[in-house]
């Protein structure tokens, strides 16, 4: 838990990536974000260790037992600034700054397999899906679940990675990544002492589910 306790969840990506570029592969410390709570063992026990390249590619990297997964940063708090601009137009300029500056701290990104044509592409230029994370979510449970979905020929490209983790409703790779972010909020909202700094700690948010996205 010490090394998640490293992580700074209001830290902006913006800050350590050179201007004009991109965080999602240029930011050493979103990589490094990404990294930590990502290695740990898997649900079979298993250990699920990733490894950084020496330079920005690979970005990182998961290898055992003749299996190779490359994984890239992909950001899931899209803001859809051109379909939403009469939305935006009616906030207030520190409003917007504030949502801008949100959805670059680590809570607004996901790693999933690199390849041409991967999901980190093919969700953000689905018709049906166009980036939005909460129909992204429903088409992986759907693959947990045998079903069927616009991205399901995507996801059934790299099965093996997503096998991994077992189903959606036990220990998917969904699971896996909120378990480790609950230990990063710990370390955010208690100090040594355990007194709750509640100003960081964020609203108990209600689970839903996608229910209207058909194949």
């Given at each position: 838990?010490e090394?998640?306790?490293?992580?700074d969840?209001d830290?902006n990506?913006?800050?350590d990536?050179?201007?004009?570029?991109d965080p999602?592969?240029?930011s050493?410390?979103?990589?490094?974000y990404h990294?930590l709570?990502?290695?740990?063992?898997?649900p079979d026990?298993?250990?699920?260790?990733?490894?950084?390249g020496?330079?920005?590619s690979p970005?990182?990297?998961y290898q055992a037992?003749g299996?190779?997964?490359v994984?890239?940063?992909?950001?899931?708090?899209?803001?859809?600034?051109?379909?939403?601009?009469?939305?935006?137009?009616?906030?207030?300029?520190?409003?917007?700054?504030?949502?801008?500056?949100?959805?670059?701290t680590?809570?607004?990104?996901?790693?999933?397999p690199?390849?041409?044509?991967?999901?980190n592409?093919?969700?953000?230029i689905?018709?049906r899906?166009?980036?939005?994370?909460d129909?992204?979510?429903?088409a992986?449970r759907r693959?947990y679940?045998g079903?069927?979905?616009?991205?399901?020929l995507t996801?059934d490209r790299?099965?093996?990675?997503?096998e991994?983790?077992?189903?959606f409703?036990?220990t998917?790779?969904?699971s896996?990544?909120?378990t480790?972010w609950?230990r990063?909020?710990?370390?955010a909202?208690?100090?040594?002492?355990?007194?709750?700094?509640?100003?960081r700690?964020?609203?108990?948010c209600?689970?839903?589910?996608?229910?209207?996205l058909?194949?």
């Open positions: 838990m090394d998640l306790c490293e992580i969840v830290y990506f913006f800050k990536t050179p201007a004009g570029r999602e592969s240029h050493p410390t979103l990589r490094r990294q709570p990502w290695s740990k063992p898997l026990g298993r250990p699920f260790e990733l490894h950084a020496r330079t920005r970005y990182l990297v037992n299996t190779r997964f994984l890239g940063s992909d950001t899931i708090a899209t803001r859809h600034r051109r379909k939403l601009h009469r939305l935006y137009a009616q906030l207030p300029d520190k409003v917007n700054d504030v949502f801008l500056r949100r959805s670059y680590i809570c607004g990104f996901m790693v999933f690199v390849s041409r044509g991967g999901l592409q093919t969700r953000g689905h018709p899906i166009q980036d939005r994370w129909l992204t979510l429903e992986i693959f679940d079903g069927t979905s616009p991205l399901a996801i790299h099965a093996d990675f997503f991994l983790f077992g189903s409703r036990d998917s790779i969904i896996f990544w909120a480790s609950m990063v909020v710990q370390c909202c208690y100090s040594p002492s355990t007194t709750p700094n509640r100003q700690c964020p609203p108990t209600q689970r839903t589910r996608v229910t209207a058909t194949a």
